[in-house]
């Protein structure tokens, strides 16, 4: 393996025959949907806003791009809700003037360091060979103290229970960009912190809220741990599946993937 990313693991630890359908055979899984086309074109957005300040064309660019996503499902023959299409441009109308004010009193004065930020670092755990780990990171901040803060947005409905906040395999994301981060650009990983910023489309208030990922020395050697064993069964060829996630499988019952 060149390299492997989060998302590449995430799948591969769902089920590692579903990895090899959509990662090593190149088999189209799922394609996206009108949630998919919001989160990409509302990304996008947050982007420029960190870049460039609101210039008052945020919107627009924002409708643009969600525009063009949509178009690209509909070329996928992907069936879309026009009603819900309708509400995610309200929404995201709603939402774009919140991003900025928000980022501001989380995290208070504070200077952009990059955002979409290519990671493809070698990793240097025991039994890997000539593997990067490959990523995006969506925004780097630096703020007066001389801390780093990596911040991953995440549109969603309204907002992450307690238990989708803790569970492992979405903290373990932000806690391999630090890592990596870290070891890219020789930064002590005790000046960088990791924080989920949530978008929310249709809650009612804190629309955007920031919430910070902690990630300690066992955290770390726990994801590394993991990302070590699904290097080495992927490079050895073990595609077991996981029966116990046929149920929401794209491939169940399929030629992909008979029973």
């Known amino acids: 393996m060149s390299h492997i990313s989060f998302s590449e693991l995430k799948s591969w630890k769902i089920c590692p025959f579903y ?10 899984g799922f394609l996206g949907n009108e949630y998919t086309a919001f989160g990409s074109a509302i990304h996008r957005s947050c982007e420029k806003l960190l870049m460039e300040g609101d210039d008052g ?55 952009v360091v990059s955002t979409e930020e290519r990671l493809l670092v070698p990793i240097d755990e025991p039994g890997v060979e000539d593997c990067n780990f490959k990523g995006f ?20 409905s309204w907002g992450w229970d307690k238990m989708r906040r803790s569970e492992p395999m979405t903290t373990y994301q ?24 949530l978008l929310k489309r249709t809650a009612k208030k804190d629309n955007v809220e920031f919430f910070r990922v902690t990630s300690g020395s066992r955290k770390t050697q726990n994801s590394l741990n993991l990302l070590t064993k699904a290097i ?28």
Not at 137 to 156: E, F, Q, R
Request: hydrophobic share 35%; aromatic share 14%.
């Open 174 to 197: 932000l806690v391999l960009y630090k890592y990596f981060f870290a070891k890219k650009h020789n930064i002590d990983p005790k000046k960088i912190e990791t924080h989920f910023a």
């Open 57 to 111: 064309n945020s919107y627009g660019f924002f409708l643009n791009n969600f525009k063009k996503n949509i178009e690209s499902l509909l070329k996928k023959e992907v069936e879309v809700s026009q009603k819900t299409l309708d509400q995610m441009t309200s929404q995201g109308e709603k939402l774009l003037p919140l991003i900025l004010p928000g980022v501001e009193r989380y995290f208070g004065n504070f200077t």
């Open 232 to 259: 080495y069964n992927i490079s050895n060829k073990r595609f077991i599946k996981n029966r116990l996630a046929c149920d929401k499988c794209e491939f169940k019952n399929t030629k992909h993937c008979p029973r």
């Open 137 to 156: 990171v969506d925004l780097v901040i630096k703020t007066p103290d001389g801390k780093y803060h990596i911040i991953d947005w995440k549109s969603c």
């Open 19 to 28: 990895h090899k359908l959509t990662y090593i055979d190149k088999i189209n």
